[in-house]
């Protein structure tokens, strides 16, 4: 299989330290500090978008050693067991998150979020602007999601 790097291109920093922790997610401010490399006006014309698509690294979880066997989301008995892909968790191959976030403000190479799913210190491999044409219409789930994601983001 083909393999390869990705460096970070940033840096998580906000008062959310427990991996643990995994619900209200809604109102945590999060500063995104882009690396250096990319200059000053890295972000620069973010400020005109709403939302912004952050794509991260649970650094801070092992993957799996097996992912052929479905699992309940979170460890919960009370959710149907899925397979790897049609949940969100951070024990995935290749640990790689994204969650839409809210855009606070664009300052030089700061970009500060809300909403963002990731602890201080985790590693952000991209960004990419929310598009109004990239959003699905539609959109359809199982209904013990709604009872699984009742209190992720909430304040």
């Not at 794509?55 to 067991?81: C, K, M, S, T």
């Not at 963002?116 to 359809?140: H, R, W, Y």
């Amino acid at each position: 299989m083909l393999s390869f790097e990705i460096n970070p291109i940033g840096t998580v920093r906000n008062d959310r330290t427990d991996v643990q922790h995994t619900d209200n997610w809604g109102a945590v401010r999060s500063t995104i500090t882009i690396d250096e490399r990319f200059g000053e006006a890295c972000l620069q014309g973010l400020e005109g978008f709403s939302h912004v698509d952050v794509l991260f690294i649970f650094d801070q979880f092992p993957e799996h050693d097996d992912y052929r066997e479905p699992r309940p989301n979170r460890g919960r008995a009370d959710l149907p067991p899925v397979g790897i892909f049609a949940g969100r968790g951070p024990r995935r191959p290749n640990r790689i998150g994204v969650t839409c976030c809210a855009i606070e403000s664009v300052r030089g190479r700061e970009l500060t979020v809300v909403g963002l799913d990731a602890v201080s210190g985790t590693p952000v491999i991209d960004l990419k602007p929310t598009m109004t044409e990239f959003l699905p219409v539609n959109v359809q789930q199982p209904e013990w999601v709604s009872h699984l994601m009742s209190e992720y983001f909430q304040p």
